[in-house]
Nanobody, 115 residues
Framework: QVQLVESGGGLVQAGGSLRLSCVAS????????MGWYRQAPGKQRELVAS???????NYADSVKGRFTIVRDNAKNTVFLQMNSLKPEDTAVYYC?????????WGQGTQVIVSS
């Protein structure tokens, strides 16, 4: 069992920045993929960014060039740096850790971007 705890969400004006953190209760260097997802009201959960064990990254088209995902294996933490935020980035952001057999989710952190 792995617990994931997200933090760093909040209210920010359009054009601003936030950095989300996801701390895992066990090592993440063995996770195949660490990812950030988001879910806006009335919408399905979608992948925002992911990073593999080999540090390959993948981003949703809507966030490319604005968001950066980084993993710090020594701290069992994954970060999502979000710049140039837009109102359409408003959502609950969830951290996911995909290991060989199981996948785990955090409880989410709310991000609200005002126009």
């Amino acid at each position: 069992q792995v617990q994931l705890v997200e933090s760093g969400g909040g209210l920010v004006q359009a054009g601003g920045s936030l950095r989300l953190s996801c701390v895992a209760s066990r090592n993440i260097f063995s996770a195949n993929v660490m990812g950030w997802y988001r879910q806006a009201p009335g919408k399905q959960r979608e992948l925002v960014a992911s990073i593999s064990s080999g540090d390959s990254t993948n981003y949703a088209d809507s966030v490319k060039g604005r968001f950066t995902i980084v993993r710090d294996n020594a701290k069992n933490t994954v970060f999502l740096q979000m710049n140039s935020l837009k109102p359409e980035d408003t959502a609950v952001y969830y951290c996911n850790a995909a290991y060989r057999v199981f996948s785990y989710w955090g409880q989410g952190t709310q991000v609200i971007v005002s126009s």
